[in-house]
């Protein structure tokens, strides 16, 4: 193989349009396995499809572009270091993007190995270059670039080159091309300081999260939206809602909600204040957000009892995400009436509307309903069931109506809200004291896309698997629910397999 590359080579070396030759070394690099042409690279340079990068002909570029990804996937981290990075580093410059990524992609494999990253501390230049191509106008590239910088960062020598070096000013060069620039900057600062206290305290001191907290409460409306989102995205850790405590950013938050009232463009910033106080209560406690920031779980309800589809699309999922914690059950059931306005509203929009917002709907009943066997206290059981009898006078029905809509997203979801009440004691009393209900569970002919028939197995199954099915549902029920499991999901009856053939 060894000789077939060597010779391969030459014959592109020595011809004026070497496309056909490129190819067939493509195909020969394919054919055989990284850890086999590992052993064959030996000792070979590449230099000549190095240069044929430097061309305007499209399909040359491209076809040199996947020669050399399978080429230096073949090298080891430390040997690009070693014999290659001249050339990646010129990549970073090249005017075709699947080169610039091919360059960062292999950057990146370096930094991530703990003997190749020391190579490319050292080389100052070639980190200018991969962060001055977070300004590039490909979304794909600066994603490249952002992703090897975060990695280089796990490591204490790699926070050190990026904040305490000449790099921090073209990070702040790079970060003055344009909004959509500054905010890639904020994303690449954002992934560091999640990283740990240590990371987020070089990003702290470098003034680019104070910089971020103040475009909160920017003049320009969409800049405060993606603000809002990066400062989310900075609270996913727990140093990092700390440190956002710490700054007195949740009481802002909170305040922007208060203040979202008088200002006629808050639909544009209002749910991103919202996402942020929900992924709080879930990473922190329900109870304790909802207590210490009342006007996010206000704006929630008053966000749910809104016409405005986008407000009611954030509170169903933020209720939803809630509803999913034993905590925030315990919270919404404290509002008493305001919560249950808000539960018929969401029958409502379950029943009818736009496809989308009946998907939340359901998903977020879903999610209300869902208690765990270990979860299920006398008290806890008497809540989930209550609040399935608020949602309709027959909810049964509404329920199965919706499950059997041609619409597969509904299908789906409307099952999963039997599923949700099927480990329940009264949710499988419901079901077997439904006439026909349990032979719609067990009816195969419903719902024939294969999401269908796993959301109908993964119900049949949650109640086969619940400790008080034969006692509820009954011996016979038990058995029928049994062989189904057996079965699996996509099973086919002699008889259905025999009449569908005569149709044919």
């Given at each position: 193989?060894?000789?077939?590359?060597?010779?391969?080579?030459?014959?592109?070396?020595?011809?004026?349009?070497?496309?056909?030759?490129?190819?067939?070394?493509?195909?020969?690099?394919?054919?055989?396995?990284?850890?086999?042409?590992?052993?064959?690279?030996?000792?070979?340079?590449?230099?000549?499809?190095?240069?044929?990068?430097?061309?305007?002909?499209?399909?040359?570029?491209?076809?040199?572009?996947?020669?050399?990804?399978?080429?230096?996937?073949?090298?080891?981290?430390?040997?690009?270091?070693?014999?290659?990075?001249?050339?990646?580093?010129?990549?970073?410059?090249?005017?075709?993007?699947t080169?610039?990524?091919?360059?960062?992609?292999?950057?990146?494999?370096?930094?991530?190995h703990?003997?190749?990253?020391?190579?490319?501390?050292?080389?100052?230049?070639?980190?200018?270059?991969?962060?001055?191509?977070?300004?590039?106008?490909?979304?794909?590239?600066?994603?490249q670039?952002?992703?090897?910088?975060?990695?280089?960062?796990?490591?204490?020598?790699?926070?050190?080159?990026?904040?305490?070096?000449?790099?921090?000013?073209?990070?702040?060069?790079?970060?003055?091309?344009?909004?959509?620039?500054?905010?890639?900057?904020?994303?690449?600062?954002?992934?560091?300081?999640g990283?740990?206290?240590i990371?987020?305290?070089?990003?702290?001191?470098?003034?680019?999260?104070?910089?971020?907290?103040?475009?909160?409460?920017?003049?320009?409306?969409?800049?405060?939206?993606?603000?809002?989102?990066?400062?989310?995205?900075?609270?996913?850790?727990?140093?990092g809602?700390?440190?956002?405590?710490?700054?007195?950013?949740?009481?802002?938050?909170?305040?922007?909600?208060?203040?979202?009232?008088?200002?006629?463009?808050?639909s544009?910033?209002?749910?991103?204040?919202?996402?942020?106080?929900?992924?709080?209560?879930?990473?922190?406690?329900?109870?304790?957000?909802?207590?210490?920031?009342?006007?996010?779980?206000?704006?929630?309800?008053?966000?749910?009892?809104?016409?405005d589809?986008?407000?009611?699309?954030?509170?169903?999922?933020?209720?939803?995400?809630l509803?999913?914690?034993?905590?925030?059950?315990?919270?919404?059931?404290?509002?008493?009436?305001?919560?249950?306005?808000?539960?018929?509203?969401?029958?409502?929009?379950?029943?009818?509307?736009?496809?989308?917002?009946?998907?939340?709907?359901?998903?977020?009943?879903?999610?209300?309903?869902?208690?765990?066997?270990?979860?299920?206290?006398?008290?806890?059981?008497?809540?989930?069931?209550?609040?399935?009898?608020?949602?309709?006078?027959?909810?049964?029905?509404?329920?199965?109506?919706?499950s059997?809509?041609?619409?597969?997203?509904?299908?789906?979801?409307?099952?999963?809200?039997?599923?949700?009440?099927?480990?329940?004691?009264?949710?499988?009393?419901l079901?077997?004291?439904?006439?026909?209900?349990?032979?719609?569970?067990?009816?195969?002919?419903?719902?024939?896309?294969?999401?269908?028939?796993?959301?109908?197995?993964?119900?049949?199954?949650?109640?086969?698997?619940s400790?008080t099915?034969?006692?509820?549902?009954?011996?016979?029920?038990?058995?029928?629910l049994?062989?189904?499991?057996?079965?699996?999901?996509?099973?086919?009856?002699?008889?259905?397999?025999?009449?569908?053939?005569?149709?044919?």
């Amino acid at each position: 193989m060894a000789a077939s590359i060597e010779s391969l080579l030459a014959e592109i070396s020595s011809v004026e349009d070497p496309i056909e030759e490129l190819q067939s070394l493509k195909t020969a690099l394919l054919s055989i396995s990284l850890s086999a042409l590992r052993e064959s690279l030996t000792g070979q340079r590449f230099d000549v499809i190095f240069s044929l990068l430097n061309s305007s002909q499209r399909e040359q570029v491209e076809l040199c572009v996947d020669i050399l990804e399978r080429i230096l996937m073949a090298h080891s981290p430390v040997d690009l270091a070693q014999k290659y990075r001249g050339e990646l580093q010129e990549g970073l410059t090249h005017p075709n993007e699947t080169v610039k990524i091919l360059a960062l992609t292999q950057i990146g494999r370096m930094v991530e190995h703990p003997d190749a990253v020391t190579e490319i501390l050292n080389d100052h230049n070639i980190l200018e270059a991969v962060i001055r191509c977070i300004g590039e106008e490909k979304m794909a590239v600066a994603k490249q670039a952002i992703q090897s910088l975060s990695m280089m960062s796990h490591s204490k020598p790699g926070l050190e080159k990026l904040f305490h070096s000449d790099l921090l000013k073209a990070m702040k060069d790079v970060m003055a091309t344009s909004d959509i620039v500054r905010y890639r900057i904020y994303e690449l600062v954002v992934e560091i300081s999640g990283v740990s206290p240590i990371s987020l305290g070089y990003c702290a001191n470098s003034n680019f999260i104070s910089q971020l907290l103040g475009e909160l409460t920017g003049d320009d409306v969409l800049i405060r939206a993606t603000a809002i989102e990066m400062v989310t995205n900075l609270a996913h850790s727990q140093h990092g809602r700390q440190y956002l405590a710490q700054q007195g950013i949740m009481d802002k938050i909170s305040n922007m909600i208060r203040g979202a009232d008088t200002d006629p463009l808050s639909s544009l910033y209002l749910p991103g204040l919202i996402k942020f106080f929900g992924n709080l209560a879930i990473m922190d406690s329900p109870q304790q957000v909802c207590e210490n920031y009342p006007a996010f779980q206000n704006k929630v309800f008053e966000m749910a009892l809104d016409p405005d589809p986008v407000m009611i699309g954030v509170a169903l999922d933020t209720l939803g995400l809630l509803g999913s914690t034993v905590e925030g059950k315990q919270v919404l059931q404290k509002t008493g009436e305001k919560f249950k306005a808000v539960l018929l509203k969401m029958s409502q929009h379950a029943s009818s509307g736009a496809t989308e917002l009946r998907v939340r709907s359901l998903d977020a009943i879903s999610q209300l309903l869902t208690l765990q066997p270990e979860q299920q206290t006398e008290d806890l059981l008497a809540l989930t069931e209550s609040w399935f009898h608020l949602l309709s006078n027959q909810p049964m029905d509404l329920i199965r109506n919706i499950s059997t809509q041609p619409i597969p997203e509904l299908h789906c979801r409307a099952l999963r809200i039997f599923s949700a009440i099927a480990t329940q004691p009264w949710g499988q009393r419901l079901m077997i004291s439904t006439p026909g209900f349990m032979e719609f569970i067990l009816d195969r002919s419903t719902g024939q896309t294969k999401e269908a028939k796993d959301a109908k197995f993964e119900l049949v199954e949650t109640l086969a698997c619940s400790s008080t099915a034969t006692e509820i549902l009954g011996s016979q029920h038990y058995i029928s629910l049994k062989t189904y499991l057996r079965e699996g999901p996509y099973h086919v009856s002699a008889v259905a397999a025999v009449s569908t053939e005569g149709a044919d």
